[in-house]
């Protein structure tokens, strides 16, 4: 975004949604590619560390591979960064 944009000064989004809202899916899909081509950072959270290996690692890793970029990460049980960003 540039200045004089309505989005410039905005740097958080929150998503929420019902259950099957398809949240998952697309802010899964958006993430891996603002982290790739627009060098976003993504924190994603839960209430419990040790559910982030069961659901949202495997997620956006899933996310990923139908992005055809999951050589452009090193994914770990507790986080997934960017090799070729910030």
């Given amino acids: 975004a540039e200045k004089g944009d ?3 000064s905005v740097n958080t989004v929150v998503i929420t949604g019902g259950r099957y809202s398809q949240k ?8 891996g590619i603002a982290t ?10 839960r ?4 559910s982030a290996k ?3 690692i495997p997620e956006f890793e ?6 055809n970029c999951h050589d452009d990460f090193k994914v770990t049980k507790d ?8």
Avoid: A, M, Q, V
């Avoid at 998952?24 to 993430?31: A, D, L, P």
């Avoid at 899933?62 to 992005?67: A, G, H, N, V, W």
């Fill in 54 to 56: 069961d659901s949202i």
């Fill in 62 to 67: 899933e996310k990923l591979s139908l992005l």
């Fill in 79 to 86: 986080s997934i960064k960017g090799i070729h960003n910030d």
């Fill in 24 to 31: 998952s899916f697309g802010i899964g899909t958006f993430s």
């Fill in 47 to 50: 209430y419990t560390l040790t």
């Fill in 36 to 45: 790739k081509d627009f060098n976003h950072r993504i924190l994603y959270t």
């Fill in 6 to 8: 309505p989005l410039y």
